[in-house]
């Protein structure tokens, strides 16, 4: 089944672009030799009552739109996006054991939370990324590290580039790429979503992480002595939600 289309124009407009996926419809248009571009996205749904079809019939065609429709009516039994819903549904499923916690339902707005984004904002141009009352976070050439008051320095290695980041009692809370990470004072990763899986029984690869763009965790936030971090879906697949994590209990509540 087609699900890519691509057309070539080098005017105003260096080209255009169709994506099906196993969810939405993407169409973009990329100007400046692809340095910035212009998307427009909707549901398989959407498209079949017509969202996107004019734009498309008009930029690529009647026989490029049938294409389109034909492979969007298709989609349901195609067997690589039946296994993305698949995917899908663990990670779903994933969250579902992980217990309600009616208490966390307007904690993201209250005056006391910290926000782990804006901790990264307010760093300023040098390398001390956040501090606590013992150790500064230190983002070095080679990677980041935590340095106590006496100077002595502790790296440690993330898979990815931090996000965002809070402090409580000297452990960080990090977000990387996609995940979320927790740091002891002495430099040790105790906890990183980064290895949870889809299929525990499968190596851990480019398709087997549970968390990823599709399936995201994009901030931490801190509330007195309350950690939890935000994830969200890619395009609105389901509702983004919150998740608190405590030291030796792990995720012990969420909320959307």
Request: with cysteine.
């Amino acid at each position: 089944m087609k699900t890519d289309w691509k057309k070539i124009i080098h005017k105003d407009v260096d080209w255009l672009e169709i994506d099906v996926t196993f969810s939405h419809i993407i169409t973009r248009s990329f100007y400046e030799g692809g340095r910035s571009w212009f998307e427009s996205t909707c549901t398989h749904k959407e498209f079949l009552d017509g969202k996107l079809q004019l734009g498309i019939k008009m930029d690529f065609g009647e026989d490029v739109l049938n294409e389109v429709i034909a492979s969007v009516k298709e989609a349901p039994n195609y067997p690589p996006f039946q296994r993305e819903k698949e995917k899908m549904l663990i990670r779903k499923f994933f969250l579902e054991q992980i217990p309600r916690d009616t208490s966390m339902k307007k904690i993201l707005k209250h005056k006391d939370t910290e926000d782990g984004n804006l901790n990264l904002s307010n760093a300023g141009s040098g390398n001390i990324l956040l501090k606590s009352d013992n150790f500064k976070l230190i983002l070095e050439f080679d990677g980041p590290c935590l340095e106590n008051i006496n100077g002595e320095k502790f790296p440690f290695k993330l898979k990815g580039y931090i996000q965002a980041v809070v402090e409580l009692n000297d452990f960080f809370y990090i977000v990387h790429s996609n995940n979320f990470a927790v740091v002891s004072p002495e430099g040790e990763i105790i906890s990183d979503t980064y290895f949870y899986k889809l299929d525990p029984k499968l190596p851990l690869d480019p398709l087997n992480h549970l968390f990823d763009y599709r399936f995201s965790i994009d901030n931490v936030y801190k509330n007195k002595n309350m950690i939890f971090f935000r994830y969200i879906w890619d395009r609105n697949y389901y509702k983004p939600g919150l998740i608190k994590y405590e030291l030796k209990l792990g995720l012990t509540g969420r909320w959307e």
